[in-house]
């Protein structure tokens, strides 16, 4: 079964752009979350979805926004790009079982730079 | 609210030696705890993970937590440092609602010296 892939792998864009960056999950998964890494500040959560809604939101500005597919692929959007929004972009995806944890499988992530 | 603390950002130890890499929690509700490892240009990979279970957890790769609750600590061990563990290693903490994000540490960084 393939993993979680994320396209691009790799974006370069300038300040006040914005960038669009793709997630596919793993098949049969219908949650997808999103996180942030970058040096200063870690493994931030951005948001996650779950059968096309967002189900978490984590605490970052408006100009990150996301949205997921009937086929559960999902997309994150970030507007007007300032230089701290160069990080590596993360996607995980997980199947719904019922219980009271369902394990994240990660993708290779999006390294996006800010000139 | 929960968070995680590791100590040492960065840990350096010989081909052959005990790896330590300590994790502390803070959750005001039973937590999950993992510890994921990231190679360079790569996403997270899941070492182990505690779930209320057994305390003492077996990973891959030969690696092994304790969850010790009046520590509020989960670190992670291996008897025997490889090259090839040389990465970055993650503590996350989450509850056991199923759709809580995960919360991580700052990270570790491992070297291994030959």
């Known amino acids: 079964k393939a993993g979680v892939t994320q396209t691009p792998r790799y974006l370069i864009k300038t300040r006040g752009q914005q960038v669009t960056l793709s997630c596919s999950p793993i098949s049969g998964h219908r949650s997808v979350s999103w996180y942030q890494q970058t040096p200063g500040q870690g493994l931030q959560f951005l948001f996650e979805y779950f059968s096309e809604t967002q189900r978490n939101k984590g605490n970052f500005p408006g100009r990150f926004s996301g949205r997921q597919f009937s086929n559960s692929r999902s997309e994150m959007n970030v507007s007007t790009l300032e230089l701290g929004d160069s990080a590596l972009y993360l996607c995980a995806s997980s199947l719904e079982t019922g219980s009271s944890y369902n394990e994240q499988f990660f993708g290779p992530g999006t390294r996006l730079t800010v000139l | 609210a929960q968070s995680v603390t590791q100590l040492g950002s960065h840990v350096s130890v010989s081909e052959g030696a005990l790896v330590l890499l300590r994790c502390n929690y803070s959750?005001?509700?039973?937590?999950?705890l993992f510890w994921y490892v990231q190679y360079p240009n790569q996403g997270l990979q899941l070492l182990l993970k505690?779930?209320?279970?057994?305390?003492l957890v077996k990973g891959i790769n030969g690696f092994e937590a304790e969850f010790k609750k009046s520590e509020t600590s989960f670190h992670l061990t291996k008897p025997s440092a490889h090259m090839s563990d040389a990465a970055e290693y993650f503590c996350?903490?989450?509850?056991?609602?199923?759709?809580?994000?995960?919360?991580f540490g700052k990270g570790t960084r491992l070297s291994v010296i030959a």
């Open positions: 959750s005001s509700v039973p937590p999950y």
């Open positions: 505690y779930t209320s279970a057994a305390t």
């Open positions: 996350a903490v989450t509850t056991n609602s199923g759709n809580t994000p995960l919360v």
